[in-house]
C-alpha cells in the first residue's frame, strides 16, 4: 500500500491496517528476539576464548613477579613499586582463603545435596535431647554468597594479572607507576564517576542480585510447609515445579490455575493499561481544550486525587462495595423512592464477569489521575502549527486526532505504554486489597476468580508456604515482562525513529 493509499483510508480501515501489521511483526520479532539471545551468547563464548587465550599469552610473556602473580595476588605489584596496590590485592587473597577455610566450605560442601542431617531427639547421657541438623535454608543462602565472593574474586584475580602484566610493559619501557596520590586524584577527577556509583552498585548486588539468585534457586527445590528447615530438609527437585504448571492432564488443579490465571493476568493488564491511557487522554483533551474556564482547578482536583494513597481508595472502594457497604445503600433509596425493595448487588464475590469488570473499573478510578498529568504536559509541547496547518487544510476535529494528535501521544508515552502494561501484570494492590482474589472457586489450587499470578504468588508464599512453587511462577512472570518489553520498545518508533518529532 502506498502513502497515499494510506491517506485516504479512514481511521477505522487505518487502525485494521495496523493492527494487521503489527499481528504480521509479531513472529518476526519474536525470531529476532532469539537471535539476538544467541549472537549475546555467541558474543559471550568467543570473549571468554579470546580471555582464555590472554591469559596463557600473558603468562607466557609475563616475568617471574607477573607469573607468581597468578598463585599468589599483589606480587607483580610489590616487584614492579605499585605498593599500596600489590597490598589490597594480597589481602583480598587472604581474606577469601580465611572465608572459604573458616566458613563457606562448610556451606558450599552441601550444596549438592542442601543437607542430609535433620533435627531430631537424641539421647544424651541417657536424657532425650533436641540435637540440630542441617539447615537447608542456611546451606542455600550462605552457598548463594559464597558462589557471589568467588565471583568477585576470580574478577580480582584477573584484574590482579592484568596489573601485573600492565606495570611490567610500563617498567620495560622506561616508565615508573603512578603514585598513590595521582590515583586518588583520578578518582576524585576522571573517574569520579566510578566513586559516586561503587556504593550504589555494591547496594544493588547486596538487596536485589543476591536475593534474586537465592530466588531462582529456591523455584528448582521442594521448599514448602511440609519441608520447613530447621525441622525438616529440603532438596532439589529440578524442574518439578515447572513441570507442574504446565501439567493439563485431568485433574492437575496447578496447571489448570497457571494457564487460565495466565490468561485472565494478560487480559487484565491490556484493559487496565489502555483503559486508563484512553480515558485519561480524552479527559486530558477535554481540560486543555480551547474555551474551556479553570483549567488549573481541574487539574489540582485530579493531583489531589492522587494524593491520597492509592491502598487507601482501594480499602474505602471495598467497603463501600460490600452488600451493605454505602454504594448499595445509596441504590436502596432509590429503589425505595420507587417503591422498589432493598438492593443488595455483590460486586466483588458473586460472578466473574462481575467481579472482573468491577475491579477493571476501579482501576480507572486510581489511574487515570496520572494519565491525566502525564498527558496533560505532552499536549502542551505539540506544536500549534501543526493544527493551524490541519484547520487551513480543512481537516475536521477527529481527523486532527488522528493524523496529529493520537501519533505523538503514542510516540511519545510507548515507553510509558509498556511500564504501565508490566506494572499491571503486576498490580498486586488493586486485586488484592479490593477482591481479595475472590470469588473463590474449588476449580483452582489456592486462588480466586480475579488472582493475578503475582497474588497467587503471594497466597503460596504466605498460606501455604509453598516457596519454590512460588519463586517458579516468578521466574516465568519475569521472562513474560521481559520478553514482552524488550519486543514491543524494539520495534516501536520511540526507539527506531527518535527524531521523528524533534
Not at 159 to 182: C, F, W
Not at 366 to 378: D, E, K, Q
Not at 449 to 470: C, E, H, N
Request: net charge positive.
Amino acid at each position: 500500500m502506498t502513502y497515499v493509499e494510506y491517506k485516504m483510508l479512514n481511521p477505522f480501515q487505518r487502525f485494521g491496517y495496523n493492527f494487521k501489521k503489527v499481528l504480521v511483526s509479531i513472529p518476526r520479532a519474536v525470531g529476532n528476539f532469539f537471535k539476538a539471545i544467541g549472537r549475546g551468547f555467541v558474543k559471550l563464548f568467543t570473549g571468554i576464548g579470546k580471555g582464555f587465550k590472554k591469559y596463557g599469552t600473558t603468562f607466557a610473556k609475563g616475568d617471574w613477579a607477573t607469573k607468581l602473580s597468578y598463585l599468589i595476588f599483589g606480587v607483580g605489584d610489590l616487584h614492579k613499586g605499585k605498593y599500596y596496590k600489590g597490598i589490597l590485592f594480597l589481602l583480598a587473597e587472604i581474606f577469601y582463603v580465611l572465608y572459604i577455610a573458616l566458613f563457606g566450605w562448610q556451606y558450599i560442601s552441601k550444596f549438592n545435596t542442601l543437607g542430609t542431617t535433620e533435627t531430631g531427639m537424641q539421647m544424651v547421657n541417657g536424657i532425650p535431647k533436641q540435637v540440630f541438623g542441617d539447615n537447608s535454608m542456611l546451606i542455600l543462602l550462605y552457598s548463594v554468597l559464597t558462589i557471589v565472593i568467588t565471583a568477585v574474586m576470580f574478577v580480582i584475580y584477573i584484574a590482579n594479572i592484568k596489573d601485573a602484566y600492565k606495570h611490567q610493559v610500563m617498567r620495560e619501557n622506561g616508565q615508573k607507576p603512578t603514585s598513590l596520590a595521582y590515583d586518588v586524584k583520578q578518582f576524585l577527577d576522571g573517574k569520579y564517576h566510578v566513586t559516586l556509583l561503587s556504593f550504589p552498585v555494591l547496594m544493588i548486588a547486596i538487596f536485589n542480585i543476591l536475593p534474586l539468585i537465592f530466588m531462582i534457586l529456591i523455584a528448582f527445590t521442594n521448599y514448602d510447609k511440609q519441608h520447613m528447615p530447621p525441622g525438616t530438609l529440603f532438596t532439589w527437585v529440578g524442574l518439578d515445579n515447572f513441570g507442574s504448571l504446565f501439567n493439563l492432564v485431568e485433574g492437575a488443579k496447578k496447571g489448570k490455575t497457571f494457564i487460565e490465571l495466565t490468561g485472565w493476568t494478560i487480559l487484565w493488564a491490556i484493559l487496565a493499561t489502555f483503559t486508563n491511557y484512553i480515558l485519561g487522554m480524552i479527559v486530558a483533551l477535554m481540560i486543555n481544550k480551547k474555551g474551556i474556564k479553570l483549567k488549573g482547578l481541574w487539574r489540582t482536583l485530579f493531583v489531589i486525587s492522587i494524593a491520597v494513597p492509592q491502598f487507601v481508595s482501594l480499602l474505602l472502594m471495598n467497603q463501600m462495595l460490600q452488600t451493605n457497604g454505602a454504594i448499595n445503600v445509596l441504590l436502596s433509596e432509590i429503589s425505595r423512592a420507587f417503591g422498589g425493595g432493598a438492593v443488595e448487588i455483590q460486586f466483588l464475590n458473586s460472578t466473574t464477569l462481575m467481579a472482573r469488570t468491577t475491579v477493571v473499573i476501579i482501576n480507572c478510578w486510581v489511574g487515570i489521575p496520572y494519565t491525566i498529568l502525564s498527558m496533560s504536559g505532552i499536549l502542551m509541547n505539540i506544536p500549534e502549527d501543526l493544527y493551524e496547518s490541519a484547520r487551513i487544510d480543512g481537516a475536521s476535529p477527529v481527523k486532527t486526532f488522528t493524523a496529529i494528535t493520537l501519533p505523538y501521544m503514542l510516540f511519545v508515552t510507548t515507553p510509558q505504554l509498556i511500564t504501565q502494561f508490566v506494572g499491571n501484570i503486576n498490580n498486586f494492590n488493586v486485586i488484592y486489597l479490593l477482591t481479595g482474589g475472590g470469588p473463590t472457586t474449588q476449580d483452582y489450587y489456592q486462588a480466586g476468580r480475579t488472582d493475578i499470578l503475582v497474588t497467587w504468588l503471594f497466597k503460596l508464599s504466605m498460606d501455604t508456604q509453598d516457596y519454590g512453587l512460588a519463586a517458579a511462577i516468578g521466574i516465568l512472570v519475569f521472562i513474560v515482562c521481559a520478553t514482552i518489553s524488550l519486543i514491543v520498545y524494539n520495534n516501536s518508533k520511540s526507539m527506531k525513529d527518535e527524531e521523528a518529532f524533534s
